[in-house]
């Protein structure tokens, strides 16, 4: 199915974040980006607020269309050992420039943090506990190891090669049962 107009804006958007940096989002960067006259954009995206919020938003309906692909079905229709295994999955392939600037630039708006949070709440493990519930202490930490597999490279001079990534999701998911 091609995509919608929205839907191209976005993605150009997203590729200019993943060339450059969120800054680069501009209409003109997006007219030129998309193929899309300038007047076409601000029809889509009234302000830079809302494109910044249309972006937020699409990329985290394509990680909740992983993480449902991954589990076999929507978060609610799936026991908790599905749903995080489908989180450890969906993080196992390394972030992208794009992905990791626009969670970080999530933490300093509520509106774009909210967006993320739903997300999170149908399908991580909540930190609520964690220091006296054994199950959820272990949860919890296989979360944390698939974020640190998912970010791994940009925080780390030597990338992991694909094995590497491989066995290490291997056991974060053994560690499941």
Do not use: C
């Not at 196992?92 to 997300?119: C, H, P, Y």
């Amino acid at each position: 199915m091609r995509p919608s107009k929205k839907e191209e804006i976005l993605n150009a958007a997203v590729d200019l974040i993943e060339r450059e940096n969120l800054e680069a989002v501009s209409y003109e960067a997006l007219a030129e980006a998309s193929g899309m006259s300038k007047s076409g954009i601000v029809y889509h995206f009234p302000s830079r607020h809302e494109i910044m919020r249309g972006i937020h938003q699409h990329q985290a309906d394509q990680w909740e269309q992983a993480l449902e692909r991954a589990a076999g079905g929507p978060a609610n229709s799936v026991d908790e050992k599905t749903r995080l295994r489908a989180v450890v999955l969906s993080q196992s392939s390394s972030a992208t420039k794009a992905e990791l600037l626009l969670e970080i630039d999530a933490r300093g708006n509520e509106e774009f943090s909210a967006i993320w949070r739903q997300v999170d709440k149908r399908w991580t493990p909540s930190p609520d506990d964690i220091e006296d519930d054994e199950v959820q202490h272990a949860s919890y930490l296989v979360q944390l190891l698939a974020d640190g597999l998912w970010m791994h490279d940009y925080v780390h001079e030597k990338p992991l090669t694909p094995a590497q990534r491989k066995a290490l999701t291997g056991h974060i998911l053994g560690m499941l049962d």
